[in-house]
């Protein structure tokens, strides 16, 4: 198999689909990034997507369940 190169983005935030942006918020300062930009680098490749969300598991009642 013949070698290959890998161009991927990773970008960690708040999605705002209206504005197409997805702003990221660290300890320093927030960060506003344009989705539709990014997504114009892999037009007419053949691309793979992976979207991921994290949510926080709820807590079991010590009290009463």
Not at 28 to 45: A, P, V
Request: hydrophobic residues 30%; charged residues 40%.
């Amino acid at each position: 198999m013949p070698s290959k190169k890998t161009h991927s983005v990773s970008v960690k935030g708040q999605f705002d689909q209206d504005k197409m942006e997805i702003t990221e918020i660290t300890k320093e300062d927030e960060f506003t990034y344009d989705f539709d930009k990014i997504l114009q680098e892999f037009d007419g490749k053949n691309i793979m997507i992976s979207i991921k969300e994290d949510v926080e598991l709820p807590v079991k009642d010590e009290e009463g369940e």
